[in-house]
């Protein structure tokens, strides 16, 4: 293990000079005189990728994160030599290597320096284990901030901070509590406003260090494996996070109910208890679209059987609860119980498919059914057999969703929780160990189990859930942030976990609502589900060892206020949806922490609590009890705050008061923002029109509104709609223009507009040039306008 002093480890060793260089289409490689060799490859004009092997020659090239249909071509690339060192530079970065030491640097067009090495690329053999322990290290600013790393527990901004990367099942974890479950090793790299990024492609253990063991130095580091990592130029972080996520890919939509309201526990069962629980939801109206079956609804945690005395008739009871509008989502968890006589089991054996010991026994492990097995899930084989599992769950009984628990991998009573770091894997057919598997394997799992789900689930679209996650996890699933406590810290936590998953690439994300482990308040419970319904995974889970924790088990007043939020959810789901278009088609995160919305202004850089959902609307969760309201920062430019339609202008902290059924919400002016009516599942009414909700704003602003089928793949061929509106404000006007492209018709005929801010009486309105009657009594009493949706130009014109 690496402690402390790996920056002054007597032993590490470096690259000395550089004898030759040798430049392939988008590759150059570099060579010392002993025998490393830096690959640099230009991916694209922003995106380069840095590679050393200190063996003289490259292993195979492998990478389980890397999307294979990433964007790559550059614009130009010029490769030149003056006395000190290399230079390669390209339409947006020029990338310097010194001769005497490999040590490189990059700088923008304008001469400034971006990134530098400190030591740069320094390694140590391990004599225990073989190959080096990899290191890094960069130069870093007074004024520097770092972000990115997945779900780290901890304030958004980095800066002093080292934390670890090794998937684990981290029960009840603490603030700043390190490693947990999943691993990101991205970072952002925020210095004099202008953003970068570093994606250290490597499955080892790995180490961050953000100037924290030194006040000027940025390091990074892995147990094994390669130095191997990419960086992306920005300048605007927006940039750094769509072009890392484009690398490591972008998932399918999700149907639209999985961005509905999911209730959970450990465990419902048997099955008149998931009855009267969703019987309850449709009694108190409070919308809801799945339910979840935890361990116990296997026989003797037996993944893919049932235990019929709990269940006597799946297939029956999943149907009724469709019928009901809930669809079921079931636990599969990675441990396989030793058991002659478990299918699933011997056929596994039979086919040598669990991860074996070095010496050549299978790795043998407690977990939930006690002594089990564990498929290896790198191996392709396993994923594919592991897939066809699935046919009777999602075929014949009619489940839609899975959730994959435990794959960090979990594994009980022993000190390390998890396999012995000497299991061999097949990693995709390049052998390793578990040191080099180990991060991997959680997505590996949900892989596998994600092509099982969808394959069955087809024409629909599948839904997964994974609680360990390596980058690129993001193409086959959603997560959560594992099993956090109901204390207001751990709503703190949860806030900035979700936010930072969402410039991680993994937006589609959310905590245990109202905390896993103990018990919350009727009002941290409150507080919670005001916070959650703005994440982009919205499910209320509880261990249930300290009573329940559906919204009826607090009092009326919480009950009414999950309702309140829940159906804003689901008012909302249209607006919801066009995010995640967005997050799919061009790797936006749907999250916005204030430093990704506004990196120019400086207030922004330590915040953590305020975040835009979406584009347009900002988000202030409350996270101490009794709060008549909270100190916050506004963002620059003009809101509205959303309960009193009052106009603010941000670039300042302000105190905004609230009530215990409001958290500080504020939409941006000029935004339209679309509204279904509330339902109690996602298709449960018919409706004929889409609610805006308009905003003026003096100047202009653009809103997009996405829509398709709702599920299915027929958005893939044209099938959708995209509305974008353009409203254009001036003192006595606003015009509002529509345009429409996709081959998709919205069922509802009519827009039902709420114009919010109108500094002038309306006088008359146009719609495409023509003059419409209009009540002005009307108007005034109800404040909205319907209008046809066929229209392209919409004219209110003041008195
Ligand atoms: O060892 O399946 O994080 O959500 O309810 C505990 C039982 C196993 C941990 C998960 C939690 C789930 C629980 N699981």
Redesign the pocket.
């Known amino acids: 293990m690496i402690t402390n002093t790996e920056l002054e480890y007597k032993g590490d060793l470096y690259p000395t000079k550089i004898v030759s260089f040798e430049h392939e289409v988008d590759s150059i490689c570099f060579h010392t005189d002993n025998s490393v060799i830096l690959k640099v490859t230009v991916l694209r004009d922003s995106l380069i990728r840095f590679r050393f092997t200190t063996k003289g020659y490259f292993s195979n090239d492998f990478s389980y994160a890397i999307d294979k249909s990433h964007s790559h071509g550059y614009n130009f690339l010029e490769v030149s030599e003056v006395a000190d060192y290399y230079q390669i530079k390209t339409s947006k970065v020029q990338c310097r290597i010194q001769k005497a030491d490999m040590r490189l640097s990059i700088f923008d067009l304008n001469e400034n320096v971006i990134l530098e090495d400190e030591l740069g690329f320094h390694w140590e053999e391990s004599y225990e284990y073989g190959g080096n322990i990899v290191k890094m290290s960069k130069a870093s600013k007074d004024g520097e901030c770092f972000y990115g790393l997945g779900d780290k527990a901890t304030q958004l901004n980095l800066k002093g901070k080292r934390l670890e990367n090794f998937a684990t099942d981290q029960y009840a974890f603490q603030k700043d509590q390190e490693p947990l479950y999943k691993v990101v090793p991205f970072y952002i790299g925020l210095q004099n406003k202008q953003s970068y990024g570093i994606f250290f492609d490597n499955t080892f253990r790995t180490y961050f260090d953000f100037c924290h063991e030194r006040r000027n130095v940025t390091s990074y580091w892995a147990e094994g494996g390669e130095m191997n990592y990419y960086f992306i130029y920005g300048p605007q972080m927006q940039d750094v996070v769509t072009t890392y996520t484009d690398l490591t890919g972008k998932p399918e939509l999700p149907p639209l109910w999985a961005l509905g309201y999911h209730q959970c526990k450990?465990s419902y069962y048997p099955e008149s208890n998931v009855k009267e629980v969703t019987a309850k939801f449709r009694e108190l109206k409070i919308p809801c679209d799945a339910i979840y079956l935890?361990?116990d609804y296997m026989e003797g945690f037996r993944c893919f059987t049932w235990n019929k005395e709990y269940f006597p008739d799946p297939k029956r009871m999943v149907s009724e609860l469709m019928e009901d509008g809930f669809k079921t989502v079931v636990?599969i968890d990675p441990g396989i119980k030793i058991d002659k006589e478990y299918s699933v089991y011997k056929e596994a054996l039979e086919k040598d498919y669990f991860c074996k010991r070095a010496d050549g026994p299978y790795m043998k492990g407690k977990v939930?059914p006690g002594e089990c097995n564990f498929p290896d899930y790198t191996n392709p084989a396993v994923r594919e057999w592991w897939a066809g599992l699935f046919k009777e769950l999602i075929s014949d009984i009619g489940v839609k969703g899975v959730w994959n628990?435990?794959n960090e991998p979990?594994v009980m009573e022993v000190p390390n929780k998890t396999f012995p770091m000497d299991v061999r894997h097949d990693y995709d057919g390049n052998p390793c160990s578990h040191r080099k598997a180990h991060n991997i394997y959680g997505t590996q799992m949900a892989r596998a189990t994600y092509h099982g789900v969808k394959r069955f689930a087809y024409p629909k679209r599948p839904f997964i859930i994974t609680?360990s996650a390596y980058s690129g996890a993001q193409r086959y699933t959603s997560s959560w942030t594992?099993?956090n406590v109901a204390t207001w810290e751990h709503l703190w936590i949860a806030n900035i976990q979700v936010q930072r998953m969402s410039i991680s690439g993994m937006g589609f994300t959310g905590s245990?609502i109202g905390g896993?482990a103990e018990q919350p308040s009727g009002e941290l419970y409150a507080r919670w589900i005001q916070l959650g319904v703005f994440h982009p995974f919205c499910r209320t889970?509880s261990?249930g060892d300290h009573g329940n924790q559906e919204p009826w088990a607090f009092d009326e007043e919480v009950i009414d206020i999950t309702r309140k939020f829940v159906n804003l959810r689901y008012q909302l789901l249209p607006y919801l949806y066009t995010m995640f278009w967005q997050y799919i088609e061009e790797g936006i995160p749907m999250l916005k922490p204030l430093v990704y919305y506004d990196q120019e202004d400086i207030q922004t850089h330590y915040r953590n609590d305020e975040f835009v959902f979406g584009n347009q609307i900002l988000v202030c969760p409350i996270l101490e009890p009794n709060a008549l309201g909270r100190r916050m920062y506004i963002p620059r430019g003009q809101w509205y705050n959303y309960w009193t339609n009052e106009e603010v202008k941000g670039g300042k902290e302000v105190w905004v008061d609230t009530k215990f059924d409001q958290i500080p919400l504020f939409v941006k002016a000029g935004s339209v923002i679309p509204k279904y009516p509330v339902q109690q599942y996602v298709g449960e009414l018919e409706f004929d029109e889409l609610t805006l909700e308009i905003y003026y704003k003096e100047g202009k602003e653009k809103s997009v509104v996405y829509e398709d089928a709702q599920d299915g793949y027929d958005y893939k061929k044209g099938r959708y709609s995209f509305l974008s509106f353009q409203t254009t404000g001036k003192e006595k006007e606003l015009i509002i223009q529509l345009h429409k492209e996709g081959k998709y018709d919205t069922p509802y005929s009519k827009y039902k507009i709420n114009l919010i801010g109108l500094p002038f009486k309306i006088n008359a309105i146009e719609v495409d040039n023509v003059k419409i009657s209009f009540d002005h009594q009307s108007f005034e009493d109800d404040n909205y306008l319907i209008v046809d949706k066929e229209f392209t130009e919409l004219h209110i014109i003041g008195e």
């Open positions: 450990w935890d361990i636990i939930w628990d435990m979990a609680r594992g099993d245990d896993f889970h261990s």
